[in-house]
């Protein structure tokens, strides 16, 4: 079943902007069905689709996890996965 994973980054906009490049292609070999991102007051909030809980537990507990770690950041302490009806790209 699809899910909708909603979490804030308590990263700034260009720290933001500075890793989606490297990480979008990650999470779309890893299954991302559609992903957004918003400004949160000075953090960022994402709002991401993909496929199943387990497609996004390996990106989040891997390149995820991996890519965050590298920069020295912190996790999201706020991520809710919520089973959707459909996730339909078109």
Request: hydrophobic residues 40%; charged residues 20%.
């Given at each position: 079943?699809?899910?909708?994973?909603?979490m804030?980054?308590?990263?700034?906009?260009?720290?933001?902007?500075?890793?989606?490049?490297?990480?979008?292609?990650?999470?779309?070999?890893?299954?991302?069905?559609?992903?957004?991102?918003?400004?949160?007051?000075?953090?960022?909030?994402?709002?991401?689709?993909?496929?199943?809980?387990?497609?996004?537990?390996?990106?989040?507990?891997?390149?995820m996890?991996?890519?965050m770690?590298?920069?020295?950041?912190?996790?999201?302490?706020?991520?809710?996965?919520?089973?959707?009806?459909?996730?339909?790209?078109?």
């Amino acid at each position: 079943m699809p899910v909708m994973v909603t979490m804030t980054l308590k990263i700034d906009k260009q720290t933001y902007q500075s890793m989606h490049g490297q990480l979008l292609p990650l999470a779309i070999s890893n299954g991302l069905l559609f992903h957004s991102a918003h400004e949160v007051n000075s953090e960022v909030g994402i709002v991401d689709f993909w496929p199943s809980p387990e497609a996004w537990n390996s990106f989040a507990e891997g390149p995820m996890a991996e890519g965050m770690k590298a920069a020295g950041l912190e996790p999201p302490d706020d991520v809710k996965i919520t089973p959707v009806l459909s996730a339909d790209s078109r």
